[in-house]
């Protein structure tokens, strides 16, 4: 696992969603949420093929590197080797984490998805850098059919059992950031509350504010 990487200096996470963007282009959003001042980005898209996926994360990368900002890579590891990209997060049923670590190396940062106190003590003996444990609340970004929301109880209880920090997702608004942080989160990840705000730059530092700082 990578020495360097941490979440104590990114508390939000933005991860993005080719259909959630109101319309506008992808670049356009992820530029507008680094400068508002995220500085943890999962470039992820379920539907475009490799080139044109591969084409955007390279940009992608280009916008974090201008921030001094870390992009990973959702599920698409030979990608994320290709290009350069700082690392990548992977879901239950995508590459086992010890062959993308073996891939890409002890610098690259390795995210892992978990949803329940099984997935969650089966990571600890993964060669991971961070867990996501969700989804929180019900969310329109992904399929709950197999995993149900969590609630906020649930997630801190589980992380509580890990030996890895830990980042959340799914459903979370502005009006839960105070209370969350208060009991324990570490980092949230957000889709729809950056990429479909008006103005994405200016609803990350709106964002940030209600995130105390450490």
Known sequence: MTATFSLADKPLYFVTDHNMTAGRPQLD?????LMGGV?????RDKDLPDAGFEREARAALDLCEKHGA?????????IAKAIGAHGVHLGQEDMDPAEARALLGPQSVIGLSTHNREEVLAAEAQ??????????????TK???????LGADLVLELARLSRHPFTTMGGIKKAHLRD??????????????I????????????????IPLP
């Open 70 to 78: 870390t992009l990973l890579i959702n599920d698409r590891v030979h």
């Open 29 to 33: 959003i992820i530029a507008a949420a």
């Open 195 to 210: 990429s479909q705000a008006p103005d994405p730059a200016e609803r990350t530092r709106e964002l940030l504010a209600e």
């Open 180 to 193: 969350l942080f208060a009991r324990g989160a570490m980092t949230v990840a957000m889709v729809t509350e």
């Open 143 to 149: 399929d709950h059919s197999r995993y149900g929301a």
């Open 127 to 140: 060669p991971v850098d961070y867990i996501n444990i969700g989804p929180m609340f019900p969310t329109a």
């Open 39 to 43: 500085r943890l980005v999962q470039y």
